[in-house]
């Protein structure tokens, strides 16, 4: 059973920087996109940011110019820069992998869909 262990998360003032990182306790196929969401107290899931297989990103407006997710393809792990922090930024941060459907051999491997258990991020002075 593959798990997504995330860590980096903690307590910054407001203007810090954190780096996230989420690894993979696995062997992982046929990635399609690696994630970060975040959910802020008494609010629902967001998603931050996003990378696909071929590179391509995108990013929620708010962390925009100020956030930088990148991915390891050898070591299946996706890590967040996050610069500029706000209180606004506060919350637990999930990491998703999202496999595609693939043949190994006469085995067949279904989609999966893989999360992390969270790390929380504070900004606060």
């Known amino acids: 059973q593959v798990k997504l262990v995330e860590s980096g998360g903690g307590l910054v003032q407001p203007g810090g920087s954190l780096r996230l990182s989420c690894a993979a306790s696995?062997?992982?196929?046929?990635?399609?996109?690696m994630v970060w969401y975040r959910r802020a107290p008494g609010k629902q899931r967001e998603l931050v940011a996003a990378?696909?297989?071929?590179?391509?990103?995108n990013y929620t407006d708010s962390v925009k110019g100020r956030f930088t997710i990148s991915r390891d393809n050898a070591k299946n792990t996706v890590d967040l820069q996050m610069n500029s922090l706000k209180p606004e930024d506060t919350a637990v941060y999930y990491c998703?992998?999202?496999?595609?459907?693939?043949?190994?051999?006469?085995?067949?491997?279904?989609?999966?869909?893989?999360w992390g258990q969270g790390t929380e991020v504070t900004v606060s002075s």
């Open positions: 990378i696909t297989s071929g590179g391509s990103t």
């Open positions: 696995g062997s992982i196929f046929s990635i399609n996109a």
């Open positions: 998703y992998i999202g496999t595609a459907p693939y043949f190994s051999g006469n085995s067949y491997y279904p989609a999966r869909s893989l």
